[in-house]
């Protein structure tokens, strides 16, 4: 039903038709371990996570509940944990293994979905993944990203290095039973500098409490001193040429040009 291979070729994991799952070594040809899998009449799949020496299966309950499980390869006789997918979508590595992060719905009904590798997502856009699923009528690309405020840095804390296209080994070196990890890329743009190294963001604060404070002590403040406050502002910021008032006029002195009476016109 399914089959995959770790991440330097030495061992692979399959889910079989008997609802079990089993790591194999293909070199000696032995089972490594064997352990009961998903136990809906669906089928299952697997795959390794990276290389770390676990697994992540899907498939279903006997009540054809869809579940995810994660394997530590090094105790295989159960899972360390198993999550139903009707109620968390995200994986992690420790538990509780899975947190819902989104969910991508549509009204057309899928006939397969192709996962692109790491090397295509736009990093740019904070493209975590990128799909292509498969309709009766069209292929329709499907992109995840992470909402990120400083897109014009290299978001190195969510992309590290992926696998290139580049064999570890030819197949000669494999059949003499040899193994290597796969040769890395990393996916930073020319000329972006990265996250990790980009200039902290210095943060004000917009409320002052100690001046709030301070102004409560002082007193209620008068409209005289608002507008002071306002036209010193105004000229202080004006251009030169611009400054239709006297630099360095108050409020309070222009207010005592104009007489009262002028003001209800």
Not at 53 to 82: A, C, H, M, Y
Not at 95 to 112: C, E, I, R
Not at 203 to 215: G, L, M, N, V, W
Not at 224 to 250: H, I, L, N, R, Y
């Amino acid at each position: 039903q399914s089959f995959d291979w770790n991440y330097n070729g030495s061992l692979f994991a399959s889910a079989c038709k008997d609802k079990n799952l089993r790591i194999v070594d293909p070199h000696s040809g032995s089972i490594v371990a064997t352990a009961a899998g998903h136990q809906g009449a669906k089928s299952t799949k697997i795959t390794w996570m990276g290389n770390q020496q676990k697994l992540i299966s899907v498939g279903f309950s006997k009540t054809s509940e869809r579940q995810f499980s994660v394997w530590d390869t090094r105790n295989f006789s159960s899972p360390l944990g198993t999550v139903s997918l009707d109620t968390a979508s995200g994986v992690n590595d420790e538990a509780p293994y899975g947190h819902l992060l989104s969910k991508f719905q549509t009204a057309d009904p899928q006939v397969g979905v192709a996962v692109m590798p790491k090397r295509f997502v736009d990093v740019k856009k904070v493209e975590i993944a990128l799909m292509y699923k498969l309709t009766t009528k069209n292929v329709q690309p499907i992109s995840f990203t992470v909402p990120r405020t400083r897109k014009e840095f290299f978001q190195d804390d969510i992309f590290s290095d992926c696998p290139t296209d580049k064999p570890a080994l030819d197949a000669n070196a494999w059949f003499s039973g040899k193994d290597a990890d796969r040769p890395l890329m990393s996916l930073q743009p020319a000329g972006m500098t990265k996250l990790s190294d980009a200039p902290a963001i210095e943060r004000t604060s917009k409320y002052s409490f100690e001046a709030e404070q301070q102004k409560r002590k002082d007193g209620p403040v008068s409209k005289e001193q608002v507008m002071d406050g306002f036209f010193d502002k105004v000229t202080t910021d004006w251009k030169e040429g611009e400054v239709v008032v006297p630099v360095g006029a108050s409020y309070s002195e222009l207010n005592d040009q104009v007489d009262d009476d002028e003001w209800s016109d």
